[in-house]
């Protein structure tokens, strides 16, 4: 058997740092059993899908190393869904209903005050032919609901019916069918909802595994359902904590908050929000994993915690500092130069100033410091501005090496009595116009001799 998942997102918005650990925890579980890895998109509400965002959604999956194997859109298998609601209507478990939202929502009011859980009662089996033909004639079009199995003879009469599985995520899980309403699968204009597109698709598609958010722990009792009246085995299923900022708010496509198409623009690496999605909130300290193969050899589904997983979105500049500071300059020669930053001196200037880098776009900061000198003029007092002026005057002749500012401070040191941050901050500020950065003995090389003398204060 081939492990076979699938990310299923519906192309409504872009997606966010939540729905990348949906889809990084079925990548990675695919890598890690060498399975295939489907990106399917559930496309089926036609107002608000758009080929737009299922692009974006792919460059995005794209940008943070997941790559899929096949990709699916439910709007073009209609057929096979229209296929499974005959057989459904045939087998006697999907029946019409004719109830308007509003009377729904009083009979669920009425239960509530009965002390009943407000599902839905079934009311519609006991319409007579008559009853229907009225509704009809009224223009009514009725929506169609699944029979849950939750009854021994009468379904006017449901008990406890319960379903379990060993969740890949959670462990063992239970869902009691009678405390859940018979699932809407067809709405009035005929389009599908969610859940019967889905079960098909998994059949079809061969899925083995279907990894998703804890809040579908009840729709996968309903689901399993589902799958045996269609004639199939389920596939094992785990359900990971979701993603929620510090205050406990979710995340939203629609909203945009925190969606990686931002992170990305805000210059947050691939690897900062592929650690961070995957890693927080499971027993695995949240590290910067330097690449998707390392993150395969460090994820285990079955880690993961069963309560929220809330996260502060400055850990993603953590991360990315971690990721910046150990970078190889053969990783980022290419969008180096995209920024200009190229050359002799661009591996040197990199390994100089990786350190101090929050983005790697901040290089094009010191790119410019080391080439065109302080952007700012230096705040030196006139002490200050007179040692910088004599300093100079001390500095050896080139061929320069990197023990060359340890040999010029030396020298400095001896001639002037000054020591320290006294020593140090004046030739720092004359030569970067910055009060911190990278380590001066990296730079000086850089600078060259002609270059350090002409940022003589």
Request: charged share 25%.
């Amino acid at each position: 058997m081939t492990v076979t998942v699938r990310f299923a997102p519906s192309p409504t918005g872009r997606i966010h740092i939540g729905n990348a650990r949906t889809a990084l925890f079925n990548w990675l579980f695919a890598q890690k059993h060498r399975g295939r890895f489907i990106q399917r998109f559930d496309d089926t509400d036609t107002l608000r899908s758009r080929q737009e965002y299922a692009d974006s959604i792919l460059y995005d999956l794209h940008w943070l190393g997941i790559f899929q194997d096949a990709t699916e859109y439910q709007s073009r298998r209609i057929e096979a869904y229209d296929a499974a609601v005959e057989r459904l209507k045939a087998a006697g478990v999907l029946y019409p209903c004719y109830e308007t939202p509003e009377e729904l929502d009083l009979r669920r009011k009425i239960r509530r005050t009965r002390g009943l859980p407000p599902v839905y009662g079934r009311e519609a089996l006991e319409l007579t032919s008559a009853q229907v033909a009225e509704f009809e004639s009224d223009g009514r079009r009725p929506h169609w609901r699944f029979l849950l199995p939750n009854f021994a003879g009468d379904p006017m009469e449901p008990q406890r019916t319960e379903i379990h599985w060993n969740d890949v995520v959670r462990g063992d899980e239970t869902v009691d069918l009678a405390s859940v309403s018979d699932p809407v699968l067809v709405r009035e204009d005929g389009t599908y909802l969610y859940t019967l597109p889905s079960v098909v698709d998994d059949i079809d598609m061969a899925v083995t595994h279907v990894i998703r958010g804890d809040d579908h722990v009840t729709n996968t009792g309903v689901q399993i359902a589902l799958f045996k009246a269609l004639g199939s085995e389920p596939p094992a299923f785990g359900h990971h904590n979701l993603l929620t900022t510090i205050s406990g708010e979710g995340l939203s496509k629609r909203t945009g908050a925190l969606s990686i198409e931002g992170l990305r623009e805000a210059g947050i690496e691939p690897m900062a929000v592929a650690s961070l999605a995957v890693l927080i909130g499971t027993s695995e300290s949240v590290q910067a994993v330097p690449t998707m193969a390392d993150l395969v050899e460090r994820f285990d589904p079955a880690a993961t915690s069963k309560s929220a997983a809330k996260f502060d979105p400055d850990e993603l500049l953590v991360l990315n500092r971690s990721l910046l500071h150990h970078m190889p300059f053969e990783q980022a020669r290419d969008r180096l130069a995209a920024l200009g930053i190229a050359g002799d001196r661009a591996e040197a200037f990199w390994n100089a100033v990786r350190g101090n880098l929050d983005r790697l776009s901040d290089a094009t900061q010191w790119w410019a410091v080391v080439n065109e000198g302080p952007q700012e003029k230096p705040d030196l007092s006139a002490e200050d501005r007179e040692f910088v002026d004599k300093a100079l005057d001390l500095l050896p002749e080139e061929p320069w090496d990197g023990s060359i500012w340890r040999k010029w401070t030396g020298k400095v040191r001896e001639e002037s009595g000054r020591k320290g941050k006294a020593l140090f901050m004046p030739l720092r500020l004359a030569l970067t116009g910055l009060p911190s950065g990278p380590d001066l003995a990296d730079l000086l090389p850089l600078l060259g001799r002609e270059g350090t003398l002409a940022r003589r204060p």
